[in-house]
């Protein structure tokens, strides 16, 4: 069974930085796909950046050249570097991973997703 346990949240300043990490453990084969989501009140969860086992990185539009997603496959950690952060990224963050599934990207939806953080609340102000 794998565990995310996600950290880095806070309240930050419109324009300011924020780096989100998340500590996988508990596997046996390491994770192919892991991602970051968020869920605003009142919102859908939505996919923020997805990379995949040869660390190919996928964005949502709204945070390209913004956000950038990396892991470190050692202990493999996954973080989420976000600058330029705006008040519409104010979210719960969650990291996400699942196993190999036959593809290459892992740019899919929540629902493919099957290892959940318990998330970790980002609030940017204006």
């Known amino acids: 069974q794998v565990q995310l346990v996600e950290s880095g949240g806070g309240s930050v300043q419109a324009g300011g930085s924020l780096r989100l990490s998340c500590a996988a453990s508990g596997y046996t084969n390491r994770p192919y796909c892991m991602a970051w989501f968020r869920q605003a009140p009142g919102k859908e969860r939505e996919g923020v950046a997805s990379?995949?086992?040869?660390?190919?990185?996928r964005y949502q539009n709204s945070v390209k050249g913004r956000f950038t997603i990396s892991k470190v496959n050692a202990n493999l950690t996954l973080y989420l570097q976000r600058d330029s952060l705006k008040s519409e990224d104010t979210a719960m963050y969650y990291c996400a991973a699942r196993s190999a599934y036959g593809g290459t990207s892992c740019w899919i939806p929540a629902s493919g997703y099957t290892y959940w953080g318990q998330g970790t609340q980002v609030t940017v102000s204006s």
């Open positions: 990379i995949n086992g040869a660390g190919i990185a």
